[in-house]
């Protein structure tokens, strides 16, 4: 759906079931900054189900990276005022997902300076445009 993301060198994917402990699946970096979607079978069908950063922009317009990038973003970032370890597999619950399937690319690191943010707006634009809605995990663009 998003060929503008096959450009970037480092990226990867991982499975999350409701039951996996987050820590021992996740193969994102402890570095660097990025995108990340993630998709779940939804009612019979895979869907994108949340388009997420890590990494800022600075007023100076400089890259804010997190001291633990990626990897620390979704082992210590939050989702409803929980930690995803306990979030994600509440909301799966919720919404009879089994599994969720992450793919990563580092956006602005060592190989690639595309800013996270402009990249996400980008894609959650097009996503609302081919859908007429955002994906479900999305609130606002």
């Keep these: 759906m998003f060929a ?6 480092e990226k990867s994917i991982f499975v999350f079931n409701q ?3 987050l820590s021992s699946v996740c193969n994102a970096p402890k570095s660097g900054s990025g995108i990340y979607l993630i998709y779940a ?4 069908e895979r869907e994108l189900i949340y388009i997420g950063i890590s990494g800022r922009k600075s007023e ?3 890259i804010i990276h997190r ?7 979704f ?9 995803r370890k306990i979030a994600w597999p509440n909301r799966m619950l919720a919404q009879q997902i089994k599994a969720i399937e992450i793919h990563w690319y580092v956006t602005y690191g060592e190989l690639d300076y595309d800013f996270p943010r402009d990249l996400e707006v980008s894609l959650l634009s097009q996503y609302r445009s081919q859908h007429g809605r955002l994906p479900i995990w999305n609130k606002k663009i």
């Design 60 to 62: 100076k317009g400089e």
């Design 4 to 9: 503008e993301l096959n450009k970037y060198k």
């Design 75 to 83: 082992l210590r970032g939050k989702t409803d005022g929980l930690r």
């Design 19 to 21: 039951t996996d402990k």
């Design 41 to 44: 079978t939804v009612k019979g």
């Design 67 to 73: 001291k633990d990038g990626l990897r620390g973003r």
